[in-house]
């Protein structure tokens, strides 16, 4: 969306502020030999009682609340009591929601506990790529040139990008206009970021894969050679300078 009046940026930054706290609150409250369900639960009662509701079930019928991915699963992992959390996993949280006609979105990547299979330089990665990536968003920036960026940051880390997953706009509803917004240079890709526009920014940071795919279960996506990933994502209005980060207290960037 386009953000044209005072009332647009209050409602989005309510939204926004639900979805950071909601995923704040659950990073904090994950632990070891807790489920993902229970995890997804908690999520739950706290995007409730900010009056606001989950965006991939009111969307897609996504059978959670919130996205709970783990080790090698990439993103849209589903919620279960029967995946038990352990010391060291290397966990993607991802929570949308819609508030009073607004929606938002963010995610954020982390190694639950000690870092004991050596997963925190990845998501360091991801975490650097993005705050790069956001500081050079502005009004008229070519959509590509962010995906070049994010992509050479990432080679020059030792990682790779998937190249089938990206943020998007958002605000009257999940995705919107101007579409997909890639982590690689896509030469035919002549779009530019518009100001006042609200998009959902993130970074998918790989250790070997370059695509992700699909499981049996029709959500949970894995990379097509395997390795592991690290998302970071945040909800941004564009401007002539730096962004305004709608959901900075989720304190992913930290």
């Not at 995007?47 to 609340?65: I, M, V």
């Not at 070519?142 to 070049?148: E, L, W």
């Not at 894995?222 to 990933?229: D, E, R, T």
């Amino acid at each position: 969306m386009s953000i044209t009046k005072e009332s647009e940026l209050l409602g989005m930054q309510k939204a926004s502020e639900a979805v950071a706290f909601t995923l704040k609150e659950m990073r904090t409250y994950a632990q070891p030999g807790m489920s993902t369900k229970e995890l997804d639960e908690y999520g739950a009662k706290i995007l409730s009682g900010l009056g606001a509701k989950s965006a991939p079930y009111l969307t897609y019928g996504f059978p959670g609340y919130t996205c709970i991915s783990v080790d090698n699963e990439f993103c849209h992992g589903i919620p279960s009591d029967r995946r038990i959390l352990k010391e060291g996993d290397l966990i993607n949280i991802d929570v949308s929601a819609e508030l009073d006609g607004f929606w938002a979105d963010n995610g954020g990547s982390f190694v639950l506990g000690n870092d004991i299979h050596q997963h925190q330089k990845l998501v360091d990665a991801s975490k650097e790529i993005l705050l790069k990536a956001i500081n050079n968003i502005r009004g008229g920036v070519r959509i590509a040139d962010i995906g070049y960026l994010m992509e050479t940051e990432a080679k020059k880390r030792g990682f790779k990008v998937i190249k089938n997953l990206g943020g998007h706009g958002i605000g009257r509803s999940l995705h919107e206009e101007p579409g997909e917004l890639l982590n690689y240079k896509n030469r035919s890709d002549l779009r530019r970021f518009k100001k006042h526009s609200v998009v959902a920014i993130e970074t998918f940071i790989s250790t070997t894969s370059t695509y992700a795919t699909e499981l049996n279960d029709g959500w949970t996506m894995v990379g097509n050679k395997g390795g592991y990933m690290a998302q970071h994502e945040h909800t941004i209005v564009v401007t002539d300078g730096k962004p305004i980060i709608l959901t900075e207290m989720n304190g992913i960037l930290n």
